[in-house]
């Protein structure tokens, strides 16, 4: 395996394309916004769906 020493494990590195400081708080932001999202919609759910349970019962 050729690419499997330190020489070639530097290549290899060297190959990464790094995000920006930019681009990785605009990730970082997207993850955030979508988290909350998801957070904020699963509570939404859970609160329809036990007012429905509790009316039904």
């Given at each position: 395996?050729k690419?499997?020493?330190i020489?070639?494990?530097v290549?290899?590195?060297?190959k990464?394309?790094?995000?920006?400081?930019k681009?990785?708080?605009?990730?970082?932001g997207?993850?955030?916004?979508?988290?909350?999202?998801?957070?904020?919609?699963?509570?939404?759910?859970e609160?329809v769906?036990?007012?429905?349970?509790?009316?039904?019962?």
């Amino acid at each position: 395996m050729k690419w499997f020493s330190i020489k070639g494990i530097v290549a290899e590195v060297k190959k990464i394309k790094w995000p920006s400081i930019k681009d990785l708080g605009r990730n970082t932001g997207e993850v955030l916004v979508f988290t909350i999202a998801f957070g904020i919609f699963f509570v939404v759910c859970e609160f329809v769906v036990s007012t429905l349970l509790n009316f039904i019962i």
